[in-house]
Nanobody, 121 residues
Framework: VQLQASGGGLVQAGGSLRLSCAAS????????IGWFRQVPGKEREFVAAITWSGGSTYLADSVKGRFTISRDNAKNTVDLQMNSLKPEDTAVYYC???????????????WGQGTLVTVSS
């Protein structure tokens, strides 16, 4: 499975960004696609996940009410819409695939290259 994350950039606090994760290759068996984020010196943390079918979504408490995750079956992409961004959302965002479990990084076996999101105050 190959994952390509895009959409990162610099935005002011309160602004919005939309990240996209394109999946290709052997996608058979994927159950979840998730987004994680990481800042230097900290653990990679769960942000959001969606089932491959798009039927169920999960969000970390820190982003509920601000972020949404969605699936475009025609394009084979998973998008993370981020609204009301805060400086503490600044991180490198990674998408990844899981065959079981959605909230722990150890559940995920394929990772994209990451895209940097910077939120200025």
């Amino acid at each position: 499975v190959q994952l390509q994350a895009s959409g990162g950039g610099l935005v002011q606090a309160g602004g919005s960004l939309r990240l996209s994760c394109a999946a290709s290759g052997r996608t058979f068996g994927i159950y979840y696609i998730g987004w994680f984020r990481q800042v230097p010196g900290k653990e990679r943390e769960f942000v959001a996940a969606i089932t491959w079918s798009g039927g169920s979504t999960y969000l970390a408490d820190s982003v509920k009410g601000r972020f949404t995750i969605s699936r475009d079956n025609a394009k084979n992409t998973v998008d993370l819409q981020m609204n009301s961004l805060k400086p503490e959302d600044t991180a490198v965002y990674y998408c990844a695939t899981s065959r079981g479990g959605y909230s722990s990084r150890v559940d995920y076996n394929y990772w994209g290259q990451g895209t940097l999101v910077t939120v200025s105050s």
